[in-house]
C-alpha cells in the first residue's frame, strides 16, 4: 500500500503515518483492520505488531499481512518488553478502555514515542449539541449515548494533565478535521485529537 | 462444502536407524502417510499436518469401512478442496508417528531383535524424535520446505518443535491450542490414565500381545480421565447437565446420570482400537515436551533459532491448554521479533474446540493460508 492509497482510504491516519520514522519497530494498540500497520510496513519498511479484540478484524489484518495479536488491551501489554518499540500507536481506541490511565502507562513502559488519537468531545457540534440539551452525536462520535463504546470523553486540554501523570511527556498536539489539521481554535474546530508523545527520562 | 472423497492410506520403509533423544534407537521402521492435492513444480506448496494423541495420518477424506460405513478424517473440516487448508492450492501430508498404533511402527510390531512384539520394549520416544521421523519422510517425498507445518494440541507441539529443530525446512509454523510445555496438572492427569493402564491385570507388564489379551478395563478409564480434560465445565453441562439415563436414581453403581453413560461409551469405543502401549508412549511423550529446558527454562531462547512465520490460536475454554500457555509461545517470539498473529477464540468446547467448526476460528486460519499462497503464487516468500 502506498501514500494515496492510504490518503484515500483513511485521510487522518495518512496525516498521522509521516510521525513515524522509517524502519520503526511499531506496535498498533486497537489496530482495526491493520490498514496502517500494512501502509508502514509496505511504505515505510517498519516491522510492527498489531493488537486488536474484534474476532471479525483479525481476518482482516492477516489479509493485509499484518502480524496481529488477538488481545484485550484493558488486560495489559505483558506480552511486550519494556521500550521494546520504537512508536506505539493507539489511535481512536484510548476511549473505549475503562482503565485509560493503565493503558497509558503500559504505551509508556513498552514504548519510547506514541501517538494517540481519540475524538474531541470539545468539538464545537458537540458544544452546540449539550447545549441544546443533548448528546452529541457525530461523524466522530456517531453512537447514542446508550450504545457508545466510547467509555471516556475527553477534550484536548483533558488530556495533556493525564499523559504527563502516566509518564509521557506531549512534543506535539494537532487537532484534526477530516484528515486536515486545524490552526485556529483547535480545540473547537477539530473533531480528533492527535497527541505526539515521548516517554519522559527520569530526572 | 466438498470433500477430497475416497482416500488411501501409503507407507514407507526406512531401513537406516533412527537415533532417539533416550539415547536408544529404532533400528529400522515404517510410516504411514496420506497425502491430498499436487505437489507443484518447485515444490513450495507442501503442508505437514502433525497429528495429537488419539489420531492418525487419515487427516481428510474418508475411508470405505468394509460394513459400508465411511470412516472420517479427524481434520476433514480443515483440509480439503475449499477448506482452510486448501488441498486445490497445497500437497497436504498428513503423517503417523512411530509408537503409534494406526500402521506406523509401534509396540504391537515385530522386534528384530527378538522376532516377538516390541510389547512395553517399544522405545519411549519424543516429540523431537517424531519431528526427526517426519524429516526424512519430507526427504523421501523432495520436500526441502514446507510451505507451513501444522498441527493442534500434542500436533502443534510438533509443529513448533519443527520450527526449532529444521528452521531452514518450513515458511510457516501453525500452532493450535497448544502448549510450550505441560502443567503438573496435565502431567498428573496423563500418569492417572496411566496407572490404569499399568495395574490392569491383563496389562502384563506390556506384553498383553503373547497372552491374547488387552488392557481394556485400563485403556478404557484412561480415555475417560482424558476425555473430561478434553471439555468445557460449560459444555458438559449444556450436553448432559444432571441429566438421568432412566428418568429416575438407580440406587447402585451402573449408569444413572447421562455424562456416565457418554464417558463410558468413549472409553469402550476407544478401548476397541487403540493400544494401551501407544496411550502410555504418547502421554510420556506429551509429558516430556519441553523446548526451554535445554535453554535455563528460557522459551524465548528456545525460540531464537526459530526463522518461520507464525500463527498461534487457543480457545478461552480450554482449560487443558489454556489460552495463558498459548500466550507464553507467543511472547517468547514477539521477544525474537518473530512474525507472529495470535487468535483467542472465545469458543465454549475446551480443547476440544480445535476439532470443531467455528467460524471465527476457521476464518483466520484460511485468510493465514490465503497469505502462504499469495506468497508462493507470487513466487516469493510470505
Known amino acids: 500500500m502506498n ?7 483513511r485521510p487522518d491516519l495518512a496525516f498521522i503515518a509521516h510521525w513515524v520514522r522509517n524502519g520503526s519497530e511499531v506496535l498498533d494498540l486497537g489496530c482495526g483492520d491493520g490498514v496502517m500497520l500494512e501502509y508502514l510496513q509496505s511504505d515505510k519498511q517498519c516491522l510492527g505488531y498489531g493488537v486488536e479484540i474484534d474476532d471479525d478484524k483479525i481476518p482482516l489484518c492477516v489479509n493485509r499481512g499484518v502480524a496481529v495479536i488477538q488481545q484485550d488491551l484493558e488486560s495489559g501489554l505483558a506480552m511486550f518488553a519494556d521500550n521494546a518499540f520504537d512508536m506505539v500507536l493507539c489511535l481512536s481506541a484510548l476511549q473505549m478502555m475503562k482503565n485509560v490511565e493503565g493503558v497509558l502507562r503500559d504505551i509508556a513502559r513498552v514504548g519510547r514515542e506514541a501517538i494517540v488519537s481519540f475524538p474531541n468531545f470539545a468539538y464545537w457540534p458537540h458544544r452546540v449539541s449539550l447545549l441544546r440539551g443533548r448528546m452529541p452525536v457525530s461523524k466522530s462520535l456517531p453512537y447514542e449515548w446508550y450504545d457508545t463504546p466510547n467509555l471516556r470523553c475527553a477534550t484536548i486540554k483533558d488530556f495533556e494533565e493525564l499523559a504527563n501523570k502516566a509518564g509521557l511527556e506531549v512534543l506535539e498536539c494537532i487537532a484534526l478535521h477530516e484528515g486536515k489539521p486545524v490552526s485556529v481554535l483547535p480545540n473547537w474546530r477539530g473533531s480528533l485529537a492527535v497527541f505526539r508523545l515521548r516517554k519522559k527520562i527520569a530526572a | 462444502m466438498s470433500s477430497l472423497g475416497i482416500v488411501f492410506p501409503q507407507s514407507m520403509h526406512f531401513p537406516e536407524p533412527l537415533p532417539l533423544s533416550s539415547g536408544a534407537s529404532l533400528s529400522d521402521y515404517t510410516l504411514m502417510y496420506e497425502t491430498y492435492g499436487t505437489l507443484n513444480a518447485d515444490k513450495s506448496n507442501a503442508v505437514l499436518i502433525c497429528h495429537a494423541l488419539n489420531a492418525s495420518h487419515h487427516v481428510a477424506g474418508m475411508y470405505e469401512r ?54 512395553a520394549d517399544f522405545p519411549v520416544v519424543t516429540v523431537e524424535d517424531w519431528v526427526r521421523a517426519q524429516a526424512r ?15 493442534g494440541s500434542l500436533g502443534g507441539m510438533q509443529a513448533l518443535s519443527w520450527s526449532m529443530l529444521f528452521p531452514e525446512r518450513l515458511r510457516h509454523c501453525v500452532v493450535i491450542a497448544s502448549t510450550p510445555k505441560l ?19 491383563d496389562f502384563h507388564g506390556g506384553h498383553y500381545y503373547e497372552h491374547g489379551v488387552v488392557p481394556k478395563r485400563g485403556l478404557r478409564v484412561a480415555r475417560m480421565v482424558g476425555h473430561i480434560t478434553y471439555l468445557s465445565d460449560d459444555s458438559m453441562a449444556e450436553k448432559f447437565g444432571r441429566g438421568l439415563r432412566n428418568g429416575d436414581y438407580q440406587f447402585g453403581y451402573g449408569i444413572d446420570f447421562e455424562i456416565e453413560s457418554y464417558l463410558r461409551y ?58 495463558e500457555r498459548s500466550r507464553e509461545i507467543v511472547q517468547a517470539l514477539v521477544n525474537n521479533k518473530r512474525r507472529v498473529t ?3 477464540i472465545d469458543a465454549p468446547h475446551g480443547h476440544d474446540a480445535f476439532l470443531l467448526e467455528d467460524l471465527r476460528y476457521m476464518n483466520v486460519v484460511r485468510a493465514y493460508y490465503n497469505r502462504i499462497w499469495q506468497g508462493i503464487s507470487e513466487g516469493g516468500r510470505a
Not at chain 2, 478442496?81 to 512411530?98: A, Q, S, Y
Not at chain 2, 519422510?137 to 498441527?151: C, K, P, R, S, Y
Not at chain 2, 502401549?277 to 526451554?292: G, V
Request: hydrophobic content about 40%.
Open chain 1, 3 to 9: 501514500f494515496r492509497e492510504l490518503i484515500k482510504l
Open chain 2, 66 to 119: 468394509a460394513d459400508g460405513g465411511k470412516n472420517v478424517g479427524w481434520w476433514d473440516n480443515m483440509v480439503g478442496p475449499g477448506k482452510p487448508v486448501d488441498t486445490d492450492r497445497f500437497f497436504v501430508i498428513g503423517v503417523n508417528n512411530p509408537g503409534s498404533c494406526f500402521g506406523s511402527t509401534g509396540p504391537m510390531h515385530t522386534n528384530p531383535a527378538t522376532g516377538k512384539p516390541y510389547g
Open chain 2, 183 to 201: 502443567s503438573a496438572q496435565n502431567i498428573a492427569f496423563n500418569d492417572v490414565a496411566r496407572q490404569a493402564i499399568l495395574t490392569d491385570p
Open chain 2, 137 to 151: 519422510l519430507a526427504d523421501a517425498l523432495g520436500i526441502q520446505q514446507f510451505a507451513a507445518v501444522m498441527g
Open chain 2, 266 to 323: 468413549q472409553g469402550d469405543k476407544f478401548s476397541e482400537y487403540f493400544d494401551a502401549n501407544t496411550y502410555l508412549l504418547i502421554t510420556k511423550a506429551l509429558d516430556y515436551f519441553d523446548p526451554a529446558r535445554a535453554h535455563g527454562d528460557d522459551l524465548s531462547k528456545a525460540l531464537a533459532c526459530t526463522k518461520a512465520d507464525f500463527l498461534l490460536a487457543s480457545f478461552t475454554t480450554d482449560w487443558r491448554f489454556s489460552p
Open chain 2, 342 to 344: 495470535y487468535a483467542e
